[in-house]
């Protein structure tokens, strides 16, 4: 029997123990999207600085955090925080023990899932005014970054998955 709550979009957060080093956030995302079911994924966690923000090297550049970039699916996305945690919405429940596997499998410290409401359903006022009154997809509602200067801070990914 289908129930609607096997049918309905699942939200559930990721968050690691310690902040996941750019490897194993591309391993952990990788595995995650080869189960399938994706809808949305959101990373949070402090900005990597470009430049040295105090002490006696204050304004030179930060070599390591240069060129970071995840390559999920088709795509490479540019990391721009150290990633402490992960927002997922997947089409339904029938995926959330093939994530619990990924991250099992994939991550080197405790993790805890938690399923809740995580992401808009309703345009937001940041939403309005980047995007206007028409939404096409409503896959971007409330990851629109107020403060972001760069254009392309989303990524769509595409259904096919190079298997």
């Known amino acids: 029997m289908v129930t609607k709550s096997d049918t309905e979009p699942v939200q559930i957060e990721i968050f690691p123990r310690k902040f996941l080093k750019p490897e194993t956030a591309e391993c952990l995302l990788g595995e995650i999207y080869?189960?399938?079911?994706?809808?949305?994924?959101?990373?949070q966690g402090p900005?990597?600085?470009?430049a040295v923000p105090y002490?006696?090297?204050?304004?030179l550049p930060v070599e390591e955090n240069r060129d970071l970039l995840l390559k999920?699916?088709?795509?490479?996305?540019?990391?721009?925080?150290?990633?402490?945690?992960?927002?997922?919405?997947?089409?339904?429940?029938?995926?959330?023990?093939?994530?619990?596997?990924?991250?099992?499998?994939?991550?080197p410290c405790p993790f805890e899932m938690k399923r809740?409401?995580?992401?808009?359903?309703k345009p937001t006022v940041s939403d309005y005014a980047?995007?206007?009154?028409?939404?096409e997809d409503e896959r971007i509602l409330g990851l629109v970054d107020p403060k972001g200067k760069?254009?392309?801070?989303?990524?769509?990914?595409?259904?096919s998955r190079g298997d």
């Open 72 to 107: 999920l699916g088709d795509q490479a996305l540019e990391l721009r925080v150290k990633v402490g945690r992960i927002w997922l919405e997947l089409e339904s429940e029938e995926y959330l023990e093939g994530v619990k596997a990924a991250c099992e499998r994939t991550l």
């Open 55 to 59: 002490g006696p090297g204050k304004g």
């Open 116 to 121: 809740k409401r995580l992401f808009h359903t």
């Open 150 to 159: 760069r254009e392309r801070d989303l990524a769509m990914l595409s259904d």
């Open 34 to 43: 080869r189960e399938g079911g994706l809808v949305r994924i959101m990373i």
């Open 130 to 135: 980047k995007y206007g009154s028409e939404i």
């Open 47 to 50: 900005n990597l600085p470009k």
